[in-house]
């Protein structure tokens, strides 16, 4: 397998537009999880999914943040309007076994 | 205050030991893991240590548990410049459910100097 695979690596933006990162957990894996990581924060929990529905977005910080996912293989994190102090690296991972998750190359989101 | 706390930096001399230090809250966590994070990549998970369990050692790896103070500890033996990363402490809470959801501290940049 692949790993979790992540796109794009790199996104540059400009206030207002709507950006859309992507994510392919690894396949047979039930729990799907997105992550911001900022150095002021460190890694925050966004949102979790279990079986393709979320189970937590208490982690999302505003309505301009909205993740789905359509199927177990494919799951989408969307801002719209994007803001300068949304910039940061979001990581999607996955697990079935509950010890270990495995974490995407991330995508660094710049917004100008 | 957060759930997992860890020092941010660490700086060591090639060839000696370093020792990563966090302290986490919920009593009841089953496990208790360290991720490692090489610059422009994910987490990857370096070893993780079940909560009835004092130590865990693994090559260079030893990992301590104090579950009396609620202190996880991570010693790497003749660090090496390789070993220059980000390290986080991350526990397991079961109270969520049941389902798998790792709490993650900041992150200790561990810096190898020659």
């Known amino acids: 397998d692949a790993g979790v695979i992540q796109s794009p690596r790199h996104e540059v933006t400009e206030m207002g537009q709507e950006v859309t990162l992507r994510c392919k957990p690894i396949?047979?894996?039930?729990?799907l999880f997105w992550y911001r990581q900022t150095m002021m924060r460190g890694l925050e929990l966004l949102i979790y999914f279990n079986n393709n529905v979320p189970i937590d977005d208490s982690g999302m910080p505003e309505d301009r943040f909205s993740a789905k996912m359509p199927n177990a293989s494919f799951s989408t994190l969307k801002i719209q309007p994007s803001e300068p102090r949304d910039s940061a690296v979001y990581f999607c991972?996955?697990?079935?076994?509950?010890?270990?998750?495995?974490f995407g190359q991330g995508t660094r989101l710049t917004v100008v | 205050g957060e759930d997992v706390e860890q020092s941010l930096f660490l700086s060591v001399r090639e060839g000696d030991s370093s020792v990563i230090n966090c302290t986490y809250t919920?009593?009841?966590?089953?496990?208790l893991y360290w991720y490692k994070q090489e610059p422009g990549a994910g987490l990857q998970l370096l070893t993780y240590?079940?909560?009835?369990?004092d130590m865990k050692q693994d090559q260079r790896l030893t990992v301590l548990l104090n579950k009396k103070d609620k202190h996880l500890s991570l010693r790497i033996a003749d660090t090496q410049t390789g070993d220059s990363a980000i390290y986080f402490c991350?526990?397991?809470?079961?109270?969520?459910?049941?389902?798998?959801?790792?709490?993650f501290g900041r992150g200790t940049s561990l810096i190898v100097h020659p």
């Open positions: 919920d009593s009841s966590s089953t496990y």
């Open positions: 991972a996955s697990t079935n076994d509950g010890i270990e998750a495995f």
């Open positions: 991350a526990e397991r809470d079961p109270s969520q459910g049941g389902s798998y959801i790792p709490t």
């Open positions: 396949s047979g894996h039930d729990y």
């Open positions: 240590i079940f909560s009835n369990m």
